[in-house]
Each structure stands twice: as C-alpha cells, then as structure tokens.
C-alpha cells in the first residue's frame, strides 16, 4: 500500500511556458502532501507543504507566484512552475502523509527548461 | 530549526564488508529519525524509522540504525553489504508536530562487487 505517482515523469519545456506536475496518491487519502526540490548530487529541498482545501505553506525563498500549488483534494495536488526558466531545471518530487509521521514519496517529475 | 548532516559524501566498499553511515541532527524537541534510499533511477523508499522505544531498529534488507540521544546520532549499519546496496541513501528528521522532514546530504554508497 500507500502508493504515490506523479505526472509527468519527465517534461521538456521552452522558457517562458508553463509547467504542471501532478501527484497522486492511490491507495489513501493524502492529508498532507509536499513538494520538493533535488538539484543534481544534492538532497531534497522542501518546497512547500499543502493540506488538502487550504493554501499552501511556502518555505523561504521560494516563490509562491513562480510555483503554484494546488491540493483540491485527498488524493491528488497539482506544482505548476510558471514561466519557467532553465534555471528552474530540476527534479521534483513530491510525497503525501495521511495524518501521520510518515511521507510516501512519488517517483519524481524531471523539467529540463530550454 | 532543525539540522541534519551526513559526515560520509561518498563511500565506496568492496561486497560483505561491514557498513556505518553517520547521521547527526540538531533539533529542540522530540525527534522522528528515518533512513531512506533511493537506487539510481528509482524514487525514494523508506529503509527504517524510530519514533519512540527500542532506540535499535531494525529495517528491511538488513539494514539497521541505533538513536543514541546524547549524542544526536541515528547511524545506519549493515554488517555485510551487497552490490545491489549501491545507491544514495538519506537521513531524515521529522518534527513531533506533524511530519515536517528536514533531509541530510546524502550519501552515495558504492559497492563493489
């Protein structure tokens, strides 16, 4: 059980467009989902975290206007990078926590802005 | 604010040597500790976790961690590691307030068959 997918696996975008990556969690109901960042070599960088119905809770220094998150539901929460840059080239991963400690994580979204 | 560090940045072993990876943390309060890996290509998957209780736990393929409170430590070990161990494997601090985890560096294991 506790199954996280997300979609995209990989995307290949034009600077400037839009990007929206969805994480799904299939088998619970996700209270709690996350976002984050993993540069090349690097650990993860949390993002942002979101609670199904409320908005999003951004960590320092990232965008909230550049990356728009959704959590409309239990099961599903959806990234949008806007306008991207190739600076914003990276993998993103998200996971989902069912009122507990512990995060399921997704199999990570791969942009590559050119 | 919680800290995690990962003294190892990249290990290489040759198979069924012992393995430590060292895991320090920083943080006020109750800590939830985990080890997590991720194999190239493949997303991240939980290897052991310690809320509370036996501070030695044991996790799937043998790997196991020991929290040692006085020391802010939740190291990984496995006594013989194998070429299919090579991957990234992180540390993890999660805060008792509900799930927030602060990740470590990393550690990139290598095994050599």
Redesign the interface.
């Known amino acids: 059980g506790a199954v996280v997918s997300q979609h995209p696996s990989r995307v290949i975008c034009k600077s400037g467009t839009s990007v929206k990556i969805e994480c799904r969690s299939l088998d619970f109901q996700a209270t709690t989902m996350f976002w984050y960042r993993q540069f090349p070599k690097q650990s993860l960088m949390l993002m942002a975290t979101s609670n199904e119905g409320s908005k999003a809770t951004y960590e320092q220094g990232v965008e909230k206007d550049k990356f728009l998150i959704n959590h409309a539901s239990l099961t599903l929460s959806t990234l949008t990078v806007t306008s991207a840059h190739p600076e914003d080239s990276s993998f993103y991963i998200c996971s989902a926590s069912s009122q507990g400690y512990e995060q399921y994580f997704g199999p990570g979204t791969r942009l590559t802005v050119t | 604010a919680q800290s995690v560090s990962q003294h190892n940045h990249h290990v290489i072993l040759s198979e069924a040597a012992s393995l430590e990876l060292g895991c320090n943390y920083s943080y006020g309060g109750t800590v939830?500790l985990?080890w997590?890996v991720q194999y190239p290509g493949?997303?991240?998957?939980?290897l052991l976790?310690y809320?509370s209780g036996d501070p030695l736990v044991k996790g799937i393929k043998g790997f196991e961690a020991e929290f040692i409170k006085s020391k802010f430590s939740f190291n990984l070990r496995k006594p013989s590691v194998q070429w299919s161990d090579t991957a990234e494997y992180?540390c993890a601090v999660?805060n008792n307030a509900?799930?927030?985890?602060?990740?470590?560096?990393?550690t990139?294991l290598m095994v050599k068959p």
Do not use: P
């Open positions: 939830n985990f997590y493949q997303h991240l998957q939980l976790k809320f992180f999660g509900g799930n927030m985890l602060t990740f470590g560096g990393g990139r």
